[in-house]
């Protein structure tokens, strides 16, 4: 298996510009969630989907931020409209082989100007 | 929050002699997991011990939890200058749900 594979790697956009963050999970896997990491505040988690089903977007920092899992196999994250302090990696993991592990892609690193 | 926190933020030693980590946590976990994160990459799970658990062992690794304490460490034995990273702890929900809330991380530096 290829692993969550996550897109795109590197992102520099502009402030109010909106950014789209891609994600495909593991094939098998129910789980889905997305992860903000910064020097600041370390791991966060953001959303986590169960059978494409968002569960608990409690960690959305706020209303310019929305996620999406319209079937099994792929997820969006988007940010509109984008501001410099949006400026993270952004990671997507998946679970479901009934072990509690997460697998992590190799996440998105966003920079806004 | 649920979220734990690493004893050191960072440790440096030299290649040969063992590493250990510990991570403080606040609320009832069902189990809590490490994981390893290279710079620039993605997290890789390393281990997970069950709040029933009180050691666990994975080749060089040692995972010890103390519920009652609401800590855990984890033991790096004869370090390599590959085990360079950054290692974070983990806690699973009590709730069932599979969400899990991370560390804040204990940058490894293994000097050769």
């Known amino acids: 298996d290829a692993g969550v594979i996550q897109s795109p790697r590197h992102e520099v956009t502009e402030m109010g510009q909106e950014v789209t963050l891609r994600c495909k999970p593991i094939s098998g896997h129910n789980s889905l969630f997305w992860y903000r990491q910064t020097m600041m505040r370390g791991l966060e988690l953001l959303i986590y989907?169960?059978?494409?089903?968002?569960?608990?977007d409690s960690g959305m920092p706020e209303d310019r931020f929305s996620a999406k899992m319209p079937n099994a196999s792929f997820s969006t994250l988007k940010i509109q409209p984008s501001e410099p302090r949006d400026s993270a990696v952004y990671f997507c993991?998946?679970?479901?082989?009934?072990?509690?592990?997460?697998?992590f892609g190799e996440g998105s690193r966003l920079t806004v100007l | 929050s649920q979220q734990g926190e690493e004893d050191p933020q960072a440790l440096s030693i030299q290649e040969g002699e063992n590493a250990t980590m510990n991570c403080s946590y606040k609320?009832?976990?069902?189990?809590l997991q490490w994981y390893r994160q290279n710079s620039g990459r993605g997290l890789v799970h390393l281990i997970l011990i069950r709040s029933n658990e009180r050691e666990k062992h994975s080749g060089r690794l040692r995972v010890t939890l103390d519920t009652s304490k609401k800590s855990s460490s984890l033991l790096i034995t004869a370090s390599r200058a590959a085990d360079t990273a950054s290692y974070f702890c983990?806690?699973?929900?009590?709730?069932?749900?599979?969400?899990?809330?991370f560390g804040t991380g204990t940058r490894l530096t293994v000097i050769p």
């Open positions: 989907f169960n059978n494409n089903v968002p569960i608990d």
């Open positions: 993991a998946s679970s479901g082989d009934g072990t509690g592990e997460l697998f």
């Open positions: 609320t009832s976990i069902n189990n």
């Open positions: 983990a806690t699973g929900s009590p709730s069932g749900a599979n969400n899990l809330f």
